[in-house]
């Protein structure tokens, strides 16, 4: 049983940064690849970032790759979405999700996920 809870959101103009937390519950944290998602009105949720368990490779997605940082503190059982340079389009409710399997080949896969937090939302406006 993993619990997470994601915060940080809030409303930002373009070109801003924000830095989203996802904090987990129990023991077995750093045991699983973590991953951000992302879902838009009226749109399908969508796959942001992931990392590994011990914090050695990342992935993203074409649209935030170069914007976005994911990162991830074991010992304080929290990892991060750091985003810079805001765009309206990255407009969505923010979600941290939790990972079993070791292969990145799963990472971008909603189905991969086996915990989910609430979310949190993010606006950009312009």
């Known amino acids: 049983q993993v619990q997470l809870v994601e915060s940080g959101g809030g409303l930002v103009q373009t070109g801003d940064s924000l830095r989203l937390s996802c904090l987990a519950s129990?023991?077995?944290?750093?045991?699983?690849?973590m991953g951000w998602f992302r879902q838009a009105p009226g749109k399908e949720r969508e796959f942001v970032a992931a990392?590994?368990?011990?914090?050695?490779?990342?992935d993203y997605a074409d649209s935030v790759k170069g914007r976005f940082a994911i990162f991830r503190q074991n010992a304080r059982n929290t990892v991060y979405l750091q985003m810079n340079r805001l765009k309206p389009e990255d407009t969505a409710v923010y979600y941290c999700?939790?990972?079993?399997?070791?292969?990145?080949?799963?990472?971008?896969?909603?189905?991969?996920?086996?915990?989910w937090g609430q979310g949190t939302q993010v606006t950009v406006s312009s």
């Open positions: 999700a939790a990972n079993r399997a070791t292969s990145s080949s799963t990472w971008r896969l909603n189905h991969s996920y086996d915990y």
């Open positions: 129990g023991r077995t944290f750093s045991t699983y690849a």
């Open positions: 990392v590994n368990w011990i914090g050695t490779n990342t």
